[in-house]
């Protein structure tokens, strides 16, 4: 059994930036594809970033491209989420994803394991 554990989020200005942190156990960290999504109230949850096991391979949602970078310390069995200039539109909880398949990257159904989320609010 995979666990994640978020931290990372918080409040923080529009144009500000955050960085989310993911902490893997129970499984080798570097057989799992990673993802991030995210979850606005009223919203379905949607796809952020992705990284592939190597790490060699990224794959970003459509709100996230340009701002957003996703990347492994698989020394810390960790995964990260840089946001750089942040909306308010980006407010959401923040949800890290694990999978022990490659190949799809982009729906929840990829993913077996799930953290239980960290809030982020962006204020205008």
């Known amino acids: 059994q995979v666990q994640l554990v978020e931290s990372g989020g918080g409040l923080v200005q529009a144009g500000g930036s955050l960085r989310l942190s993911c902490a893997v156990s129970?499984?080798?960290?570097?057989?799992?594809?990673m993802a991030w999504f995210r979850q606005a109230p009223g919203k379905e949850r949607e796809f952020a970033a992705a990284?592939?096991?190597?790490?060699?391979?990224?794959y970003y949602g459509d709100s996230a491209k340009g701002r957003f970078t996703i990347s492994r310390d698989n020394a810390k069995n960790t995964v990260y989420l840089q946001m750089n200039s942040l909306k308010p539109e980006d407010t959401a909880v923040y949800y890290c994803?694990?999978?022990?398949?490659?190949?799809?990257?982009?729906?929840?159904?990829?993913?077996?394991?799930w953290g239980q989320g960290t809030q982020v609010t962006v204020s205008s």
């Open positions: 990284l592939s096991r190597s790490g060699y391979s990224t």
């Open positions: 129970g499984r080798s960290f570097s057989s799992l594809t």
């Open positions: 994803a694990a999978s022990n398949f490659g190949g799809s990257y982009y729906g929840r159904g990829a993913y077996e394991y």
